[in-house]
């Protein structure tokens, strides 16, 4: 299976194509579009991740063995024909801008594109101080500036792969909902997204000011010339807010990317919002019922609800007896349906078969496709 992009032709196969090229960029610096290649390009395989230490949830999640690059502005398309005008889901992983990857086969777009009748896009961009260091010289929110760049290439060469990018829905989970959220909000993203689906997006976590970004990067040396590896020690040494589970990298406030504030400046429009009931019990599972609640708050946004006009929903589910109960991340594997390849303590003592279980992927075919969805039904076997 063979698909002419703008910058050259890539074979990928039943309907996947991985690692593909959507930009380039040296550290500190923006992207730019990547060199065209001749011939025919493989997208059999992800790309490398970008540079990361290992997830602060893999206690719950379970590791992420994906190879590690600097040179990481890959993203993957799954679509069930290359032909049709089909709505567009581009998908940004989560990880506290700091951890996860596009290319992790916790994310394998197959089922999803299958079942709802869409293309899905998922991408890699740069992470921590990589991404989100407040540098003087350096541009800001860089990671969000891929993201960017990812929406360019997909409003530019989707069609070939079967989609419409004139209905692109830009959702993603946790840091990745917050960065849609962040695009959905700036005027650099107006015309290249319709909708938004939130998962998890921590909503009550406000972008730092620059001054603040500034001091924690100053916190780590050479940060323009230091070996990768040694980079990544450093920047897990930063300490986050006390008491909080913001990462210290994050989304800056520069008024171009990333508003000062992204509720307030989130325009009208449709919008899909979800959360679990117990998302802290995948940062500490044995955390008290007052401090799961008041979490969850952390979560949510009545205003931003009303705002977007948002279809909303709580995911319930839990492993049965899991002490992770229904935690942060645990809808991920039933929106792609992908349990047969998720090894997660989270999913720990789950029945055998539930990448069958189509109720979430329904609820985002609806709206993918334009429609209200309905309510969602507890998942069943199939």
Same mark, same amino acid.
């Given at each position: 299976?063979?698909?002419?992009?703008?910058?050259?032709?890539?074979?990928?196969?039943?309907?996947?194509?991985w690692?593909?090229?959507?930009?380039?960029?040296?550290?500190?610096?923006?992207?730019?579009?990547?060199?065209?290649?001749?011939?025919?390009?493989?997208?059999?395989?992800?790309?490398?991740?970008?540079?990361?230490?290992?997830?602060?949830?893999?206690?719950?999640?379970?590791?992420?063995?994906?190879?590690?690059?600097?040179?990481?502005?890959?993203?993957?398309?799954?679509?069930?024909?290359?032909?049709?005008?089909?709505?567009?889901l581009?998908?940004?992983?989560?990880?506290?801008?700091?951890?996860?990857?596009?290319?992790?086969?916790?994310?394998?777009?197959?089922?999803?594109?299958?079942?709802?009748?869409?293309?899905?896009?998922?991408?890699?961009?740069?992470? %921590?101080? /990589?991404?989100? &260091? #407040?540098?003087? *010289?350096?541009?800001?929110?860089?990671?969000?500036?891929?993201? $960017?760049? !990812?929406?360019?290439?997909?409003?530019?060469?989707?069609?070939?792969?079967?989609?419409?990018?004139?209905?692109?829905?830009?959702?993603?989970?946790?840091?990745?909902?917050?960065?849609?959220?962040?695009l959905?909000?700036?005027?650099?993203?107006?015309?290249?997204?319709?909708?938004?689906?939130?998962?998890?997006?921590?909503?009550?976590?406000?972008?730092?000011?620059?001054?603040?970004?500034?001091?924690t990067?100053?916190?780590?040396?050479?940060?323009?010339?230091?070996?990768?590896?040694?980079?990544?020690?450093?920047?897990?040494?930063?300490?986050?807010?006390?008491?909080?589970?913001?990462?210290?990298?994050?989304?800056?406030?520069?008024?171009?990317?990333v508003? %000062?504030? /992204?509720?307030? &400046? #989130?325009?009208? *429009?449709?919008?899909?919002?979800s959360?679990?009931?117990?998302? $802290?019990? !995948?940062?500490?599972?044995?955390?008290?019922?007052?401090?799961?609640?008041?979490?969850?708050?952390?979560?949510?946004?009545?205003?931003?609800?009303?705002?977007?006009?948002?279809?909303?929903?709580?995911?319930?589910?839990?492993?049965?007896?899991?002490?992770?109960?229904?935690?942060?991340?645990?809808?991920?594997?039933?929106?792609?349906?992908?349990?047969?390849?998720?090894?997660?303590?989270?999913?720990?003592?789950?029945?055998?078969?539930l990448?069958?279980?189509?109720g979430?992927?329904?609820?985002?075919?609806?709206?993918?496709?334009?429609?209200?969805?309905?309510?969602?039904?507890?998942?069943?076997?199939?």
């Open positions: 299976m063979i698909v002419a992009t703008g910058t050259g032709r890539v074979r990928g196969a039943d309907g996947a194509f690692g593909i090229p959507y930009a380039t960029a040296k550290r500190f610096e923006p992207p730019t579009p990547p060199k065209p290649w001749t011939g025919v390009r493989d997208a059999l395989e992800a790309g490398p991740a970008a540079p990361q230490p290992p997830s602060r949830l893999e206690h719950a999640l379970g590791p992420m063995p994906l190879p590690q690059s600097e040179d990481c502005l890959f993203l993957n398309v799954f679509t069930p024909s290359t032909t049709g005008r089909r709505p567009v581009v998908w940004i992983h989560g990880g506290g801008f700091s951890s996860g990857s596009g290319g992790q086969v916790w994310y394998t777009g197959t089922r999803l594109a299958r079942d709802a009748d869409a293309v899905v896009v998922t991408l890699n961009y740069r992470l %921590g101080a /990589l991404g989100f &260091a #407040a540098l003087d *010289g350096v541009p800001p929110n860089l990671g969000i500036a891929d993201q $960017l760049a !990812a929406l360019a290439w997909v409003r530019d060469n989707i069609a070939a792969f079967g989609g419409n990018p004139a209905e692109l829905t830009l959702g993603g989970q946790s840091a990745g909902a917050q960065s849609a959220l962040a959905w909000s700036s005027p650099r993203a107006r015309g290249l997204v319709k909708r938004i689906a939130l998962q998890s997006a921590p909503l009550g976590m406000r972008p730092s000011t620059w001054e603040e970004a500034n001091r990067a100053r916190a780590l040396q050479d940060l323009r010339t230091a070996p990768v590896e040694q980079l990544l020690a450093a920047q897990v040494s930063v300490p986050g807010k006390p008491g909080s589970i913001e990462p210290p990298f994050q989304l800056v406030a520069d008024g171009d990317l508003a %000062g504030d /992204l509720v307030e &400046a #989130a325009p009208e *429009g449709p919008a899909l919002i959360w679990t009931r117990e998302e $802290l019990r !995948a940062f500490v599972p044995d955390a008290p019922q007052e401090a799961i609640d008041t979490a969850n708050s952390f979560f949510t946004s009545d205003r931003l609800a009303a705002k977007l006009d948002a279809f909303t929903y709580r995911f319930d589910w839990q492993a049965p007896g899991n002490p992770f109960g229904a935690c942060h991340c645990i809808d991920l594997p039933f929106l792609f349906g992908t349990h047969d390849v998720w090894d997660a303590p989270m999913l720990a003592g789950a029945p055998k078969g990448e069958g279980a189509t979430l992927r329904e609820v985002w075919a609806a709206f993918l496709h334009g429609e209200r969805p309905s309510a969602i039904s507890p998942p069943k076997l199939p």
